[in-house]
């Protein structure tokens, strides 16, 4: 079982930055993919950034390339959300999410794992 724990949600301006954490209960993190998602109030869940733990490789929504960075600490277990120049369309509660099976990344359901979410709002 995969346990995951966000943190790092909070109230902020627009055009300011905020960075996520997702630590994460797992002893071998190489085979697995790790999400972001956030969802807005009466709006589906939506794919934000997700990045393959063994290769580095990063994706991106449209709505925040550019903006957002997706990162990890092999030493930690830990993935990172920093996201800059935030906009009021940003808030929603955020997710980090999992999966050790080889799936499009992009899609909420080919998770397996989630955290709790966190809160992020941006003010104009």
């Known amino acids: 079982q995969v346990q995951l724990v966000e943190s790092g949600g909070g109230l902020v301006q627009s055009g300011g930055s905020l960075r996520l954490s997702c630590a994460a209960s797992?002893?071998?993190?190489?085979?697995?993919?790790m999400g972001w998602f956030r969802q807005a109030p009466g709006k589906e869940r939506e794919f934000v950034a997700a990045?393959?733990?063994?290769?580095?490789?990063?994706y991106y929504a449209d709505s925040v390339k550019g903006r957002f960075t997706i990162s990890r600490d092999n030493a930690k277990n830990t993935v990172y959300l920093q996201m800059n120049t935030l906009k009021p369309v940003d808030t929603a509660v955020y997710y980090c999410?999992?999966?050790?099976?080889?799936?499009?990344?992009?899609?909420?359901?080919?998770?397996?794992?989630w955290g709790q979410g966190t809160q992020v709002t941006v003010s104009s």
């Open positions: 999410a999992a999966t050790n099976r080889a799936v499009p990344t992009t899609i909420p359901g080919n998770y397996d794992y």
């Open positions: 990045i393959r733990w063994i290769s580095d490789r990063t």
């Open positions: 797992v002893r071998t993190f190489s085979s697995y993919r």
